[in-house]
């Protein structure tokens, strides 16, 4: 099993080059640097320009062969800290490598931007110099969940853009959530499920009801299928591939998903290792323990992927080491490489034009209009890996 | 280790009887009574009052010995389901085990009451049977989480009492949830966070960073000390006891760690008998993996607390086994047993007033009122069992 998504096409013969904010992140510039150098010694379609402080990353570069000829430094000496705020570094930021990164998107210089550092300064200069796509209320925060599905992986999103969503950004996380997992996972009709707490029709927020039955109506035109209600237990479920929320929700379920999992691994980690039988048993047991652990570990899914901006941003966990850094670089150039950006835009606005018309006033005979667009939003064959 | 928590003292020598709600859960009533007999087995100050269906009923009890003499039956006809309407409920209920188990309540023949049923159901038929509690706006219902603290145990809440909370219901849920966690672990000054999406304060909603001002202000008077905003990734930290967020977030944070862990142990399982060497391992690593399981065994920590009601009512989760009925059982005693509810209704009125006074008209010279009730709200001393 690879360590991200498998399943893309590459439309574009060319290499695709990734630009990388190489100062962000818990672990520092070589933890970064060293993710580009996997990513390279495994996938020869791809090129990198390094933002940062130059002094730092020269030789950092020199040290991995698989870096040469393919990589550009882009000297910017700012770096946002985690503590930073979004409006400060978005009025106070353009040196700062995160700038520099995403400006190489909006110039078109690279296909995708990844970067380890601040999310809420990430996604506060992507909007600043992407700008939304058309259509778009906010942009979403969508990160891969493990799953009990064939694919592996389920979606869920929003993960942190926005701490708030009303019905329509809620029935715009669907339709992004829903193109984002196609072009992912080869899924020609993802299905959509709305986070609440029950199942029930009567339990929930009111505008979480009003929201499923916009997304219910909008399914046709979305081209997913609208499971229902699904409630915190089902984020694994194989039978939804894309659940939506709001983002301050969102957060919660992924970071008490998050420390679940690293409780129960210290719980075994300690019982497995609490005297001289346990030590024995974890010797013997450690093959079957390391193949659980592979198939659980949290940085094979690393990178949150914006959705709704004119250009393609992977936010990587701030403490992701090389392992996960090239995990987040592997899905940038996959998204990248598949042309999705190209094709979630045309649709967007479409579907947009659409719901207003048959969602939101169903009477409307250009209810169908919202279909034009969207025949090229699955590719089929082969992964380029 | 316990099954719930330890450290609560009697200040009654009298026996204590629960009511239990014998026909809710999935389990059916054979699970509910033998979860009685396992908790009378062990506790010679217990007593119940089962209520639903003689006729199913008679036959269970006379099953278990230590039931005999301890136990009545009240007969009710009607159970309320699973995906019964709360509205429906309180409207059509009177003939309901439900509703008799938390009539037993109100007229004082049970110190507590406890059901496996329809969560939203009992919280609504206990609004109306029992009452709030003078100043509390909602009750909220606590969980305990797995903690990686001295107590082994976290509270949080609230957990699905209530979809919405405003600064001043998030108020209340830590005054109440720190007063609850003081009684169940002999803990004189709890520790409080606010779930948010991220420790710094210029993040999450307004009614978020007003409730952590309101949280913050009330300390002194409430007897917590507040840490401030906390995440996901903390609710098993050992830096904070009690968490307190809306119903909807905390009941999705609740589901989530359910789900991550029975994925994991699923996982974990397949892992284990995949080959010969796979259940080699599985056999002699069995008794620190039967170790981790009863240490992070769900069912231990089976019991949701209603809080801000004249009365103690302990929510089981619906599909819990005897084990799991046992443990709210147990749950409901220590509390009924502490006195919690009675020395909680005189704070939470004096605390109201103060809060009225201090915290939402600092001006006020009369801030101080709060602190008189507050005196016997910690008991010391063994444990019953």
Redesign the interface.
């Known amino acids: 099993m690879a360590d991200t998504p498998q399943g893309m096409t590459p439309p574009h013969s060319d290499n695709i080059t990734i630009s990388v904010d190489a100062m962000g992140g818990d672990e520092g510039p070589s933890a970064v640097v060293a993710g580009c150098a996997a990513s390279a010694a495994r996938n020869p379609c791809i090129a990198f320009i390094l933002h940062g402080d130059e002094s730092v990353l020269t030789p950092l570069v020199a040290r991995h062969k698989a870096l040469s000829g393919i990589t550009q430094i882009a000297h910017s000496p700012g770096v946002v800290r985690m503590?930073d705020?979004p409006s400060q570094v978005m009025r106070h930021g353009r040196e700062t490598s995160m700038w520099s990164a995403l400006t190489s998107v909006r110039e078109g210089k690279a296909q995708a931007a990844v970067s380890c550092g601040n999310t809420?300064a990430l996604m506060a200069v992507a909007m600043l110099r992407l700008r939304r796509l058309e259509g778009v209320h906010r942009p979403a925060i969508a990160c891969l969940w493990?799953s009990?599905g064939d694919s592996g992986y389920n979606t869920l999103l929003d993960v942190?853009a926005d701490?708030?969503a009303d019905e329509e950004s809620l029935l715009q996380y669907a339709l992004m959530g829903a193109a984002y997992y196609r072009n992912a996972f080869n899924a020609p009709r993802p299905r959509v499920g709305l986070?609440n707490?029950?199942t029930?029709e009567?339990?929930?927020?009111g505008e979480i009801k009003e929201a499923a039955r916009l997304i219910a109506e909008a399914a046709e035109i979305g081209r997913y299928d609208f499971v229902g209600f699904v409630?915190?237990?089902?984020?694994?479920s194989a039978h939804v591939d894309v659940i939506v929320?709001d983002?301050?929700?969102g957060?919660?379920?992924?970071?008490?998903?998050?420390?679940?999992?690293?409780?129960?691994s210290?719980?075994?980690r300690e019982?497995?290792t609490?005297g001289f039988?346990?030590k024995?048993?974890?010797l013997?047991?450690?093959?079957?323990?390391r193949?659980?652990k592979r198939?659980?570990d949290p940085r094979r899914m690393n990178g949150g992927v914006f959705l709704g901006l004119n250009g393609t941003v992977v936010k990587s966990h701030g403490a992701a080491d090389a392992t996960g850094v090239s995990a987040a670089i592997k899905l940038a150039f996959r998204l990248a490489q598949s042309g999705f950006q190209d094709r979630i835009s045309q649709r967007l606005v479409s579907i947009t034009d659409a719901m207003h018309e048959k969602v939101l006033d169903p009477k409307s005979p250009e209810a169908a209009r919202g279909h034009r667009d969207e025949d090229e939003d699955t590719q089929t064959g082969t992964s380029p890996e």
Chains 1, 2 share one sequence.
Request: net charge positive; hydrophobic share 40%; no cysteine.
């Open positions: 503590d705020k809420g493990p009990r942190g701490v708030r986070l707490v029950g029930e009567h339990k929930g927020r409630e915190g237990t089902d984020l694994a929320t983002g301050f929700t957060n919660v379920a992924l970071k008490t998903g998050e420390g679940t999992a690293r409780l129960i210290d719980t075994l019982e497995l609490a039988w346990s024995l048993s974890a013997i047991a450690s093959s079957p323990l193949r659980m198939r659980m």
